[in-house]
């Protein structure tokens, strides 16, 4: 089955500075990668996702980039805001009708200083 | 559209007692998923069902968790009996599964429970 690990588990920016969250996943049919974002005592709730048919994808301040060949997914926040403060969770999926099981890394608890 | 809709939103209960988590999926969402949350394991899946049918229950912990999903808006979960290890957060979430486009899993609110 499929195996995801996060990196870093904690990650501390200063305001307006940028924060990168690193994933790699193990099962090469993989080809969706969400990424969730989870505030304290609420739901995760999906903020961006990418297919395997593209290296990179950008909504305003977030950005993701899929590398493939080395397995591997990032998430990257620019000019970091306060509200950014929250736990992200990095996933990977084969996407095929009827399997929409997700395999969720471990997480990382962002904290923006002010 | 009010979303996934969990119930109870906290549960205390004592050890030993039976525990049962309700969740009513999104309208017209035809694959649901619960998870569990802890400090130490992080968003574990436990079961999903498609078409009210479970695909894969490869993470449920053991005997004493059960699942059942007698129509499109209707699951729950099972604990019997609950033991403190038992004590998470669990979440409901679902999706429409009619085409790779449709991929976003909407979690519900969750069940904080504790188990005494």
């Known amino acids: 089955g499929e195996n995801v690990e996060q990196h870093p588990s904690t990650l501390s920016v200063q305001e307006g500075d940028s924060a990168v969250i690193k994933c790699t996943y193990s099962d090469s049919a993989s080809n969706y990668f969400p990424w969730y974002k989870q505030e304290l005592g609420k739901r995760p709730q999906l903020i961006i996702d990418?297919?395997?048919?593209?290296g990179e994808k950008k909504d305003q301040r977030i950005a993701v980039t899929l590398n493939k060949t080395a397995k591997h997914f990032s998430l990257h926040i620019t000019e970091t805001q306060p509200e950014d403060s929250a736990v992200y969770f990095c996933?990977?999926?084969?996407?095929?009708?009827?399997?929409?099981?997700?395999?969720f890394g471990t997480g990382t608890r962002l904290t923006i200083i002010p | 559209d009010a979303g996934v809709i969990q119930s109870p939103r906290h549960e205390v209960t004592e050890m030993g007692q039976e525990v049962t988590l309700r969740c009513k999926p999104i309208s017209g969402h035809n694959s649901l998923f619960w998870y569990r949350q802890t400090m130490m394991r992080g968003l574990e899946l436990l079961i999903y069902f498609n078409n009210n049918v479970p695909i894969d229950d490869s993470g449920m912990p053991e005997d004493r968790f059960s699942a059942k999903m007698p129509n499109a808006s209707f699951s729950t979960l099972k604990i019997q009996p609950s033991e403190p290890r038992d004590s998470a957060v669990y979440f409901c979430?679902?999706?429409?599964?009619?085409?790779?486009?449709?991929?976003?899993?909407?979690f519900g609110p969750g069940t904080r429970l504790t188990v005494l």
């Open positions: 990418i297919r395997s048919n593209v």
């Open positions: 996933a990977a999926r084969q996407s095929n009708f009827g399997n929409e099981k997700l395999t």
């Open positions: 979430a679902s999706i429409l599964d009619i085409s790779p486009a449709y991929n976003e899993q909407f």
